[in-house]
Each structure stands twice: as structure tokens, then as C-alpha cells.
């Protein structure tokens, strides 16, 4: 499967299917990997889902755990991960596509939207991650976590990784992104709410509320619902598909 280098990074994706491509962004926060989608915390696994009709673009974040690795500097941010999300579009040749994303892939997604609006014809966002607080509270167990079980970084220190922590998740909100931004943002959007306080159902409510273009579900995640939020995200991806 395909890997470039890219920045002084290694960047691992693969494709599945044919047709109008889906760049999707998997959940589980900084260790989003590919075969995260086939776990039971993905109710909608974009490869099982979308590539009978759609080519499928999965990959490996850097230093998630998988086949992607890059640097760790200060100077990191949401901006670092969208310059690997371009280079996959780039090494594709990909002028256009719809994006999927679930649990950190809603900052990935607005943020690849902020920075190449022209090049996203619509975006779903299941389970947004953001923060309702002001305040960003000290620096999380499950980051800690992250930041511990990297290998090959053992020259980066605490205060680089505090650095990175504050750089991601100080803004607040939708982290990437302020809301007046959002009321902007004019791409077709649905967004499929979270419930819990990683995904919180204010964020995903918010969000919905201030993008002009976007649809919502509130519940989602299994049986009827979950047949009805397949529904919903084929019909948006089939509406904003160029003929």
C-alpha cells in the first residue's frame, strides 16, 4: 500500500474501492490508525460502507501507533496533521473529495476545510470532539498515555509534548476552529452527534447550529438508527458528488 514522505515524515494511507473519493479521519484521538475502523467504537467502518461506490482513502495518523511517523516539535499543531491530509490528496491527485470522520477527525475535517475549502465537496462529522468549558484542564491521562508508549521520540521532552497538548486542545470549542468561522464555513455538512464527555453533545449540537449548510442526528450508533445515518451520509455524499 502507499506510504510518502512528506515533511520529514513517513505517511501510510490505502485505498479501497472506486469512483469519487472519501478522505476519512479514524477515531480514538491521537492513536487514529486504519484498523481502527474496525472496531466496535466505529459504528460506521467507511470501508465496509462507502467502497462499492466511492474510492475509500483510510490512513494511519503520525505517531498513532501505526505505519506513520514524523517528528515532534513545539511548534506542532492541527495545521501539522492537515499538511499530511493534503500530501495523501496530493499524492492521489485529487482535485476534490468528501470527507468522513469520526472522534478527532471533526477537527481534522474543519480544519482541512479552513485551510482547502474549494477541495472538500462535503463532510460528515460523527462524534465531534471539542470542549464546552473555557479552561483547558491539565494535561490528560489519555494524552499522558500517547505521549508515553511513543517509541522512537525518547529526545522529546515534557515541556515539547506540553507545548503540543496546549497548541491542540487550548483553543477550546471545536479546538481548530472559533465559531465565527463556523457560521461561515458554507460546505454541505451533516453531523452525528456524540454523548459522552470526549464527544460532547453540546459541541456536535453547536456545531450544527452555527454551520449554515448541515443536517443532524442526534442518536446514531446502532440498529435502526445506525441504518438511517448509512442512509443520510450516502444521500449527502450522493447530492454533492460531481457528475
Given amino acids: 500500500m502507499p506510504t510518502i514522505e512528506h515533511q520529514g515524515s513517513h505517511i501510510y494511507y490505502e485505498t479501497h474501492g472506486e469512483g469519487f473519493p472519501i478522505l476519512t479521519f479514524a477515531p480514538a484521538g491521537l492513536w487514529s490508525v486504519i484498523d481502527v475502523w474496525k472496531d466496535a467504537s466505529a459504528p460506521i467502518n467507511p470501508m465496509d460502507v462507502f467502497s462499492d461506490e466511492y474510492q475509500v482513502i483510510v490512513m494511519d495518523q503520525r505517531n498513532a501507533g501505526g505505519q506513520s511517523h514524523g517528528p515532534i516539535t513545539a511548534s506542532d499543531n492541527w495545521d501539522t496533521f492537515t499538511a499530511d491530509h493534503i500530501a495523501v490528496l496530493d499524492d492521489l491527485g485529487i482535485e476534490r473529495c468528501h470527507l468522513y470522520g469520526q472522534c478527532i477527525g471533526g477537527p481534522f ?27 483547558l484542564p491539565p494535561r490528560t491521562e489519555r494524552f499522558s498515555n500517547w505521549a508515553e508508549g511513543l517509541s522512537g521520540h525518547d529526545d522529546v521532552t515534557d515541556e515539547v509534548f506540553d507545548t503540543f497538548y496546549r497548541n491542540l486542545y487550548a483553543p477550546g470549542f471545536a479546538y481548530c476552529v472559533d465559531r465565527d468561522w463556523v457560521r461561515d464555513c ?3 455538512c451533516l453531523v452525528l452527534a456524540g454523548n459522552d464527555a470526549a464527544h460532547p453533545y453540546a459541541i456536535a449540537e453547536e456545531l450544527n447550529q452555527l454551520l449554515p449548510n448541515s443536517e443532524f442526528m442526534a442518536t446514531w450508533k446502532s440498529g435502526a438508527d445506525l441504518d438511517e445515518a448509512q442512509r443520510r451520509v450516502k444521500a449527502l455524499f450522493s447530492k454533492h458528488t460531481p457528475r
Fill in 109 to 135: 475535517i474543519l480544519n482541512l476545510i479552513k485551510t482547502q475549502p474549494n477541495r472538500i465537496a462535503s463532510a460528515v462529522l460523527a462524534q465531534p470532539i471539542g470542549r464546552v468549558g473555557d479552561e
Fill in 186 to 188: 458554507q460546505t454541505p
